[in-house]
């Protein structure tokens, strides 16, 4: 199993970009955002956050240098995680059209570096994306739906 840094620059960069986010949100975020993400503002909810996603990741070796699909992404915060971690590109598969719009503005006020980050509006179950595309296939927020 390859470890991901718990924390590490890149993952201190994510943690201020997604605070900042959840602080002074852009304009037009869904309110449902906050109860989604908020308890990632506090340090430990956040470690706990970062060490899940590092251990489900390192099960497959990590993303490093390799497309990951994020099925079900939620508001993003796995797929702009993956992106400092060295995923060469992130497939952010979302359906809920809220979220996907939020998801955009977040993305665009606050994480200038996830240019590696696609968002895709689309149901998992028939992915826009074509067949052996992605090295890796993560469901971590649509598994409780």
Not at 37 to 42: M, V
Request: proline content about 6%; hydrophobic content about 45%.
């Amino acid at each position: 199993m390859t470890s991901l840094p718990t924390r590490s620059a890149q993952v201190d960069a994510f943690a201020a970009a997604f605070r900042a986010a959840l602080a002074d949100p852009p304009a037009g975020v869904d309110p449902w955002f906050f109860a989604y993400c908020g308890e990632l503002k506090g340090d430990r909810d956040f470690t706990t956050y970062v060490r899940a996603r590092q251990q489900i990741l390192g099960l497959d070796g990590g993303v490093a240098g390799k497309d990951v699909l994020d099925a079900g992404s939620g508001f993003g915060a796995t797929s702009h995680l993956m992106a400092p971690w060295g995923a060469r590109n992130v497939y952010s598969v979302e359906i809920h059209g809220p979220m996907v719009a939020s998801h955009a503005k977040v993305r665009g006020a606050r994480f200038p570096y996830a240019r590696n980050v696609h968002q895709v509006r689309g149901d998992v179950s028939h992915l826009p994306l074509a067949n052996q595309s992605v090295d890796v296939v993560l469901s971590i927020e649509a598994v409780s739906h």
